[in-house]
């Protein structure tokens, strides 16, 4: 069995999936899967679609970039389109969603409930430069895993009943300015 940083709260309404060692940036990934965080699957889904025809944007909070005005519609002010991100992320979530779906959860209320990206192990390369001088080429590789829980519906809350008063409470409120 695949081990997971944090296991469910509730096993039987929880899909899980996760890959190791995918060949993306990590700083990129952080962010486009912390932006779908909270996310219903299919809403994750469209908006990750929406990013790789830049009609949307991943704000950058963690590990900062360049500028843009589309940012403004995510809440921040930095913020990229990680293609490469952006596609992992989006396999990640059609493995989670077929996870929902075998586990017989509404895909419909599955909510992103767990994200995790953390640092893999550097891939090692080199490239031979003049004068017989060799350059590291490290790749910084990322593991990622998603948790999807299923919702139920709001409980409607229920109605205050008015607070009942001691009669030392009441005969303050009298004696003070005849309030009831």
């Known amino acids: 069995m695949v081990k997971y940083s944090r296991q469910p709260a509730e096993k039987a309404k929880t899909a899980m999936s996760k890959v190791k060692d995918q060949r993306a940036h990590f700083k990129n990934t952080f962010n486009t899967a912390n932006a779908v965080r909270g996310m219903r699957i299919k ?15 991943i704000g950058f909070t963690k590990h900062l970039a360049q500028r843009h005005a ?14 490469k991100s952006v596609k992992a992320v989006r396999l990640l979530l059609n493995n989670l969603k077929a996870n929902c779906e075998s586990k017989g959860l509404d895909i419909d209320k599955c909510v992103i409930s767990h994200v995790a990206v953390q640092r893999a192990q550097q891939g090692r390369r080199r490239t031979y430069r003049a004068h017989g001088r060799v350059t ?32 030392k409470l009441a005969a303050r409120r009298l004696a003070i300015g005849g309030k009831q």
């Open 136 to 167: 590291p080429y490290l790749s910084s590789n990322c593991h990622i895993e998603f948790h999807a829980t299923e919702k139920a519906p709001q409980v409607a809350k229920a109605e205050k009943a008015a607070p009942k008063l001691t009669k």
């Open 70 to 83: 589309q940012c403004k519609q995510v809440g921040t002010n930095t913020g990229r389109w990680p293609e």
């Open 43 to 57: 809403r994750a889904l469209a908006y990750l679609e929406q990013v790789l025809e830049h009609k949307a944007i």
